[in-house]
Structure formats: C-alpha cells, structure tokens
C-alpha cells in the first residue's frame, strides 16, 4: 500500500504560479508511473500531467508550457510546477501512482488538494 499526501493548493489570481507537491508514504522508485488528475464538479477526474520511468513526462494540451511535472524519488515526492494560472485550472487536484504488477495495474490516490484561480 501506498499513502499519497497532496499539498501546495490554494487561491491565486490568474497569471500566478503554484507548485503542488505529493508525498508518498514510501519509496517511489519502484513506482512506474506519478501523474496529477483534476477534477471540477460534476465532471470526471482528467489527466493533467503524467511521468513515467524512463519516458519523457506527457502533459493534457491545455496546461502544455505552463506545467512542469517532475519527480524526486529521494524524497519520495513529486511534484506539479503551476505557471500562468488560468481561471479554467481551478478544481480539485489529485496525485496517482501506478505500480505494474503481474496482476495488472495498482492505482494509488491522494486525497486531493484544492486549486482556485481568479480572474
């Protein structure tokens, strides 16, 4: 089991920055894959971020050079570099981590941390 721990959300006007961090309860290393979801009411949880062992980090269109996902496995951390904030980046911003088994995926979340930006 994993325990993801989410922080760094906050209000912000449009064309701030934040850094979201998320803190695993134990190593990283042996986790394939970190990423970052957002989810606003009513909709579904979508991909903004997404790195990988060994491939280059992939990024949902509508954050791509703005967002900087990035990973510290000695500091069981990774995290989300937020710039140029946009109003329509506001919602509910959660870590997941997958671990490939022979059993098939093991997804792991965080509780979400909350990001609001004002116009």
């Known amino acids: 089991q994993v325990q993801l721990v989410e922080s760094g959300g906050g209000l912000v006007q449009a064309g701030g920055s934040l850094r979201l961090s998320c803190v695993a309860s134990?190593?990283?290393?042996?986790?394939?894959?970190m990423a970052w979801y957002r989810q606003t009411p009513g909709k579904q949880r979508d991909l903004v971020a997404g790195?990988?062992?060994?491939?280059?980090?992939n990024y949902s269109d509508s954050v791509k050079g703005r967002f900087t996902i990035s990973r510290d496995n000695g500091k069981n951390t990774v995290y989300l570099q937020m710039n140029n904030l946009k109003p329509e980046d506001t919602g509910v911003y959660f870590c997941?981590?997958?671990?490939?088994?022979?059993?098939?995926?093991?997804?792991?979340w965080g509780q979400g941390t909350q990001v609001t930006v004002s116009s």
């Open positions: 997941n981590a997958v671990r490939y088994t022979i059993s098939g995926p093991q997804n792991y």
């Open positions: 134990r190593s990283i290393f042996n986790l394939n894959r």
């Open positions: 790195i990988t062992s060994g491939v280059a980090p």
